[in-house]
């Protein structure tokens, strides 16, 4: 059974800063992607930032803000999430695209539970 634990969502006011933390644990053989994706009210879920193996991907509206990293010793992804704005307001979700040991050749994509984090004033 394979997990996905955020922590560090909130309440912030507009400017300030949060990092939000993702670990994944269980049976697991290797990860390639780990992400993170948002939803707001009324909104589809969209991507905010990705890694895999050097490379880097984040959604325009977060770039020079945000800033995605992982510690593969500790199967943990982290978002630094600086200069924040009212519009950055939703669930945070974070991704894995993994191999369990279980299905070595398998690769499936597990989700945490969410986040929230919420900017105002």
């Known amino acids: 059974q394979v997990q996905l634990v955020e922590s560090g969502g909130g309440l912030v006011q507009p400017g300030g800063s949060l990092r939000l933390s993702c670990a994944a644990s269980?049976?697991?053989?290797?990860?390639?992607?780990m992400g993170w994706y948002r939803q707001a009210p009324g909104k589809q879920r969209e991507l905010v930032a990705t890694?895999?193996?050097?490379?880097?991907n984040y959604a325009d509206s977060v770039k020079g803000r945000f800033t995605i990293s992982r510690d593969n010793a500790k199967n943990t992804v982290y978002l630094q999430m600086n200069s924040l704005k009212f519009e950055d307001t939703a669930v945070y979700y974070c991704?894995?695209?993994?191999?369990?040991?279980?299905?070595?050749?398998?690769?499936?994509?597990?989700w945490g539970q969410g986040t929230q984090v919420t900017v105002s004033s």
């Open positions: 890694t895999s193996g050097e490379s880097t």
């Open positions: 269980g049976s697991i053989f290797s990860i390639n992607a």
């Open positions: 991704s894995a695209d993994l191999v369990e040991y279980s299905r070595i050749h398998y690769l499936k994509r597990y």
